[in-house]
């Protein structure tokens, strides 16, 4: 195997690693489908030498929950600037205005808002502002809840809706929207190849 001194591609990134730096990216999929390990690839992608900030909107309520927290951790490393934000993502945003931003994710942050029974609509509103008021590459990772059952308790169903509501509300705002299934991005909204 001959050197050609190009660095080998992203696996990860695939043919996103060609993209131009988006202001304003969201990355959709299911659960364990690889959004957040893209989304972690492309902040790191675009924020070159800076070190980029981890927004974490879960909470640890139960021992299988701090588990999953804590391998997000380890898997992601220590070159990260790490900001707990599990209802205060807009002025989290606005804090870390001029800096590559990841936030992992939005349905966290929006059950959050729900069980503490927050208004969610104002909240939106307060993150959709504050998103167009940055000014460094962000990437959200949200969870496409839509695509499965009907939830059958009442909760579920204003979970699953408003979910789908804050995705199309964020997806319109951005520069670019991926959905990832399999560990396969598809690129829904972006530039050209």
């Known amino acids: 195997m001959t050197d050609s001194g190009d660095a080998s591609p992203d696996p990860v990134l695939g043919a996103l690693a060609n993209w131009p730096v988006q202001n304003l990216t969201l990355v959709l999929g299911g659960a364990r489908s690889g959004k957040s390990r893209l989304a ?11 070190t ?17 927290i804590a391998q997000h951790q380890t898997d992601r490393g220590t070159d990260w600037e790490t900001v707990e934000a599990p209802m205060s993502l807009p002025a989290a945003l606005m804090r870390a205005r001029g800096k590559p931003v990841l936030v992992d994710c939005l349905t966290l942050w929006l059950s959050n808002l729900m069980l503490a029974e927050r208004p969610t609509a104002g909240a939106s509103d307060g993150l959709l502002t504050a998103l167009t008021e940055r000014q460094a590459p962000t990437v959200l990772v949200s969870n496409e809840v839509g695509l499965g059952i009907v939830p059958d308790n009442e909760l579920g169903r204003r979970f699953r809706d408003a979910a789908g509501y804050l995705n199309q509300a964020v997806a319109a705002t ?19 190849s």
């Open 40 to 50: 972690e690839a492309l902040i790191c992608h675009w924020a070159g030498d800076t």
């Open 52 to 68: 980029p900030a981890y927004i974490a909107t879960a909470e640890a309520f139960d021992d299988e929950m701090r588990v999953r």
């Open 174 to 192: 951005a520069d670019a929207v991926v959905f990832t299934a399999a560990g396969l991005p598809l690129v829904l909204k972006g530039p050209k």
